[in-house]
């Protein structure tokens, strides 16, 4: 039976890949205005990954931290959410728990719909815990974003990860019951089997996603879910982060609420400050209005796009990337309490709340996610457009080149297998 303990997310780490391209070089070679990325899209950079990453090597670096830290003890599930899947059958998680030597009683599954699944295995990690809870499931986002080049959605690509522990009494935040939920079949966005880059219909797949926050609202309050006013911060998924003002923009209509609708850090930083952008969001400032000042409540939407801004799309893990933005910069959110809007396209959306645990500022990640976004290696375009239409042959035995930096590669394949191994 349903214990009282809170169950919620215990511990979070985000990853991401080893190189990035500059939207301002990107603009540069193709002719366009670079405010048009800035501010047009709220993006100044996107991640991607070199030959020997892909999501199970991004994963793992995302979850070797929190076994470093919290062991394996009581964790006996990983569900992986992803729709960068790198085969039809196997679960990308297998590769990640031979990689960091987990125990083998586990059960570990891949679940898909596009970037709203990481909810879907967030809830039922929760539901697995209500009834073990001595139990902890480890809940895997990763996924790399690739359109077509020289299409609209190519300056929105992006790749990461974010893993988080589920357990009963967790540090960082107590998840609530209430969900609103919402699914509509439409084409919005979509990637055919034959296919490693995504099709879409950007027009649609906007309206698409705000209906699915009408929808998943409606639900919300029709479950007796908390009303606006009860709810400090939102979070929203970031395709990218000029989204999340769209949909900001979408729940105070909706709601009547005097929202913040600014993605960039500082009030009217939006309309002028293109070029600051990027160095605003390097340093991790988030300079947050006072609470009770008169005008928009601050919901931290511009805290939310700190990392985003900087990663891309991540697909799965972009709403986990803007919790981890929230967590990390905020000034203080304890006891606070947080709506987060999931989307994938195809289409699901829920919007559910919790509540942000005392102490959770003890546990920031600002520092190693400002490294690790630091660290990466710039590509020029020429680069970076050879290594997008590099395709791997997956009929034939080949080693992946030794590029990435980070703790796990893609060795290559062999049998038709995909190797990994630690770098
Ligand atoms: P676009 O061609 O860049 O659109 O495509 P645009 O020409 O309308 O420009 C975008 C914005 O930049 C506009 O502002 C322009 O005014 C502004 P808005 O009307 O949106 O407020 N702009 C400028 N601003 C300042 N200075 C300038 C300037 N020039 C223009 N000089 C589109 C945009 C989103 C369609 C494209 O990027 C795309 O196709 N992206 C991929 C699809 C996507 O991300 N959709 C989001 C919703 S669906 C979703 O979230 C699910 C998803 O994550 C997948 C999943 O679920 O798995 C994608």
Same mark, same amino acid.
């Given at each position: 039976?349903?214990?009282?303990?809170?169950?919620? %997310?215990?511990?979070?780490?985000?990853?991401?890949?080893? &190189?990035?391209?500059?939207?301002?070089?990107?603009?540069?070679?193709?002719?366009?205005?670079?405010?048009?990325? &800035?501010?047009?899209?709220?993006?100044?950079?996107?991640?991607?990954?070199?030959?020997?990453?892909?999501?199970?090597?991004?994963?793992?670096?995302?979850?070797?931290?929190?076994?470093?830290?919290?062991?394996?003890?009581?964790?006996?599930?990983?569900?992986?959410?992803?729709?960068?899947?790198?085969?039809?059958?196997?679960?990308?998680?297998?590769?990640? &728990?031979?990689?960091?030597?987990?125990?083998?009683?586990?059960?570990?599954?891949?679940?898909?719909? *596009?970037?709203?699944?990481?909810?879907?295995?967030?809830?039922?990690?929760?539901?697995?815990?209500?009834?073990?809870?001595? #139990?902890?499931?480890?809940? %895997?986002?990763?996924?790399?974003?690739?359109?077509?080049?020289?299409?609209?959605?190519?300056?929105?690509?992006?790749?990461?990860?974010?893993?988080?522990?589920?357990?009963?009494?967790?540090?960082?935040?107590?998840?609530?019951?209430?969900?609103?939920?919402?699914?509509?079949?439409?084409?919005?966005?979509?990637?055919?089997?034959?296919?490693?880059?995504?099709i879409v219909d950007g027009a649609l797949s906007?309206?698409?996603?705000?209906?699915?926050?009408?929808?998943?609202?409606?639900?919300?309050?029709?479950?007796?879910?908390?009303? %606006?006013?009860?709810?400090?911060?939102?979070?929203?998924?970031?395709?990218?982060?000029?989204?999340?003002?769209?949909?900001?923009? #979408?729940?105070?209509?909706?709601?009547?609420?005097?929202?913040?609708?600014?993605?960039?850090?500082? *009030?009217?930083?939006?309309?002028? *400050?293109?070029?600051?952008?990027?160095?605003?969001?390097?340093?991790?400032?988030?300079s947050v209005a006072p609470e009770a000042s008169?005008?928009?409540?601050?919901?931290?939407?511009?805290?939310?796009?700190?990392?985003?801004?900087?990663?891309?799309?991540?697909?799965?893990?972009?709403?986990?990337?803007?919790?981890?933005?929230?967590?990390?910069?905020?000034?203080?959110?304890?006891?606070?309490?947080?709506?987060?809007?999931?989307?994938?396209?195809?289409?699901?959306?829920?919007?559910?709340?919790?509540?942000?645990? $005392?102490?959770?500022?003890?546990?920031?990640?600002?520092? *190693?996610?400002?490294?690790?976004?630091?660290?990466?290696?710039?590509?020029?375009?020429?680069?970076?457009?050879?290594? &997008?239409?590099?395709?791997?042959?997956?009929?034939?035995?080949?080693?992946? $080149?030794?590029?990435?930096?980070?703790?796990?590669?893609?060795?290559?394949?062999?049998?038709r297998a995909r190797i990994y191994e630690r770098?």
């Open positions: 039976a349903a214990g009282a303990a809170p169950i919620g %997310i215990d511990d979070i780490e985000l990853s991401t890949t080893h &190189h990035v391209v500059a939207l301002d070089d990107f603009a540069e070679a193709n002719g366009t205005d670079p405010a048009k990325f &800035h501010l047009g899209l709220g993006q100044d950079e996107f991640s991607f990954p070199a030959p020997d990453e892909d999501i199970v090597t991004m994963a793992a670096a995302a979850v070797a931290p929190i076994i470093e830290r919290s062991g394996t003890e009581g964790i006996r599930t990983m569900l992986f959410a992803t729709e960068s899947g790198t085969d039809q059958s196997k679960a990308a998680g297998m590769a990640v &728990h031979s990689l960091l030597g987990l125990p083998s009683q586990m059960r570990i599954v891949e679940v898909k719909e *596009a970037c709203y699944s990481a909810t879907a295995a967030l809830q039922a990690a929760v539901g697995i815990v209500t009834r073990a809870p001595e #139990h902890r499931v480890l809940v %895997i986002a990763s996924d790399v974003a690739r359109y077509e080049l020289d299409t609209p959605g190519e300056p929105t690509q992006g790749a990461g990860a974010v893993a988080m522990l589920v357990s009963a009494n967790p540090k960082l935040l107590e998840i609530e019951p209430v969900s609103g939920l919402n699914s509509a079949d439409v084409d919005d966005f979509w990637r055919p089997n034959d296919s490693s880059t995504a906007v309206t698409a996603y705000l209906d699915a926050l009408t929808g998943a609202w409606t639900d919300l309050q029709d479950q007796g879910g908390p009303s %606006i006013d009860e709810i400090d911060r939102v979070l929203y998924h970031q395709p990218f982060t000029k989204m999340a003002k769209k949909a900001q923009v #979408h729940l105070a209509g909706l709601t009547g609420a005097q929202l913040d609708t600014e993605i960039v850090a500082g *009030a009217g930083a939006e309309a002028g *400050a293109a070029g600051a952008a990027g160095d605003s969001a390097g340093a991790g400032a988030a008169a005008g928009p409540r601050d919901t931290g939407l511009a805290t939310s796009t700190l990392y985003n801004r900087r990663l891309g799309n991540s697909y799965t893990a972009s709403l986990y990337a803007g919790l981890c933005a929230l967590l990390d910069n905020d000034a203080d959110l304890t006891g606070k309490r947080i709506g987060l809007f999931s989307y994938g396209s195809g289409s699901v959306g829920e919007f559910f709340t919790a509540r942000v645990v $005392p102490g959770y500022d003890q546990y920031t990640r600002r520092q *190693a996610v400002t490294a690790a976004l630091e660290a990466r290696v710039p590509l020029s375009i020429d680069a970076y457009r050879a290594l &997008h239409s590099t395709e791997l042959p997956s009929a034939e035995d080949v080693s992946t $080149p030794k590029v990435t930096a980070g703790p796990f590669r893609f060795a290559g394949i062999r049998g770098a």
